[in-house]
């Protein structure tokens, strides 16, 4: 059961329902409903070696406490941690390995985890091979015998591959190593990485959980004892923690996550079929569609497919100029908002990416990333009809 103050929610609990109510306690000196801003630094003590659970800002923070506990509860796990951002989240993750240590990753990795791995945590005797993980034979062959985790983006970013997280999370028992999802691009209402045999999962609070464009933050979920009590050590020893402000504003995404993914899921599909049968687009990359190589992996492991899709103009040219002519669609890096926002990958998110590896990945100098959006889907269509006009 999940304790809520006065209200304890069954484990059987429905997916909205943790979302709205799991570990936010109405408060106890007003019975405000919504958790307040602790903004605060330090907390009295009642006497010496005693007080009320809290006792410095950068260990207990009552608005982040109960951040982590809805997100522990929304994605399964045992416990959750809050950091300052997705790469902090994921560089508290990385402290669970020693020098030495090897880590089999997504070959389609996010660009910020490329450019911590590489440029980061090389310079501390790690070791990184980058693979397709939805073939688990490659997996497989590139694990060694100091091989301790398997870090896993799916759908990845931008291209939205699958890997079958079932048979990864066998894979990673088999070989005893800790299979690591990080689920930014999907949220816990469209897949949940725990129930499908992860150790850990990670979020940029930033995107879908937070929903609105407003926060950036990061979070860790765990389930295994061991991983707990370090990453909660971590959290303080490192201090590199979400502020009260930034829980409570993705408290307040939380909430709605569920009623927002529905409509993401239904304008991603709408924009990809959309896309799919336009003359001036060459291919569309979107889970969703029967085209997609692993359309039914996703119909199984996703509940909907997501809002993020991907598509390809043919040239940096043509890409150019339909991006400068969007109106309605923003023209940003990010995603998971309730605006729909455009982007170029291999000159945006994926900079930090060599341009051979990108080339090697698809991520072409004509891919355009869009982050569907809630607006209404005819308003969405009709912006990107308007400019893909203007490419001759």
Same mark, same amino acid.
């Given at each position: 059961?999940?304790? *809520?103050? @006065?209200? *304890? /929610? ?41 007080h009320k659970g809290f006792e410095y800002g950068r260990t207990q923070n009552p608005t982040r406490l109960a951040l982590e506990r809805n997100i522990a509860a929304i994605e399964r796990g045992q416990a959750a941690f809050a950091f300052a951002s997705g790469m902090a989240a994921i560089g508290a993750v990385a402290t669970l390995l020693q020098s030495g240590d090897h880590v089999v990753v997504s070959d389609n990795t996010y660009g910020g985890t490329f ?24 997996? #497989? ?12 983006? %799916? ?8 890997? #079958? =997280?079932? &048979? ?15 689920? %930014?691009?999907?949220? @816990?209402?469209?897949?949940?990485? /725990? ?22 933050? +990061? ?34 995404? %939380?909430? *709605? ?10 304008? +991603?599909?709408? /924009? ?24 039914? /992996? &996703? ?30 669609? &923003?023209?940003?890096?990010? =995603?998971? +908002? ?16 060599? &341009? ?7 991520? %072409? ?18 912006? =990107? ?8």
């Amino acid at each position: 059961m999940y304790r *809520t103050g @006065p209200v *304890t /929610l069954r484990a059987n609990a429905r997916f909205s329902t943790i979302c709205l109510h799991a570990g936010q306690d109405p408060d106890p000196a007003t019975g405000a409903i919504i958790t307040p801003i602790y903004q605060t630094s330090t907390y009295v003590q009642e006497a010496l070696g005693r007080h009320k659970g809290f006792e410095y800002g950068r260990t207990q923070n009552p608005t982040r406490l109960a951040l982590e506990r809805n997100i522990a509860a929304i994605e399964r796990g045992q416990a959750a941690f809050a950091f300052a951002s997705g790469m902090a989240a994921i560089g508290a993750v990385a402290t669970l390995l020693q020098s030495g240590d090897h880590v089999v990753v997504s070959d389609n990795t996010y660009g910020g985890t490329f450019r911590l791995f590489e440029k980061v945590l090389r310079r501390y005797q790690l070791s990184f091979s980058y693979v397709d993980t939805a073939n688990l034979d490659e997996v #497989d062959r590139a694990c060694t015998e100091r091989t301790r985790m398997l870090f896993v983006e %799916t759908p990845t970013n931008p291209m939205c591959g699958l890997t #079958d =997280l079932q &048979a990864a999370s066998a894979l990673a028992r088999r070989r005893d190593v800790r299979l690591v999802v990080d689920n %930014t691009f999907a949220s @816990p209402y469209v897949q949940r990485p /725990l129930e499908l045999g992860a150790d850990l999962v990670v979020h940029s609070t930033t995107k879908y959980l937070n929903g609105h464009s407003d926060s950036i933050g +990061g979070v860790v979920v765990a389930i295994r004892p061991d991983d707990i009590e370090w990453l909660r050590f971590v959290q303080n020893a490192e201090g590199a923690i979400l502020g009260p402000f930034d829980a409570w504003l993705v408290l307040r995404g %939380t909430k *709605t996550l569920a009623i927002r993914m529905a409509q993401h899921n239904a304008n +991603g599909l709408a /924009l990809a079929q959309y896309l799919s049968r336009h003359p001036k687009v060459r291919r569309v990359y979107y889970p969703g569609l029967p085209s997609h190589p692993q359309h039914e /992996l &996703a119909s199984r492991q996703m509940r909907g497919f997501g809002g993020m899709l991907s598509f390809d103009m043919g040239s940096l040219g043509a890409a150019e100029t339909m991006l400068n002519h969007v109106r309605l669609c &923003a023209l940003a890096e990010s =995603l998971g +908002g309730v605006e729909t926002l455009i982007s170029h990958p291999a000159t945006m998110t994926h900079a930090s990416v060599p &341009a051979a590896r990108r080339a090697a990945l698809g991520i %072409t100098d004509g891919l355009v990333r869009i982050s569907a959006g809630i607006e209404d889907i005819d308003d969405l269509k009709d912006d =990107l009809a308007q400019a893909l006009d203007q490419v001759r």
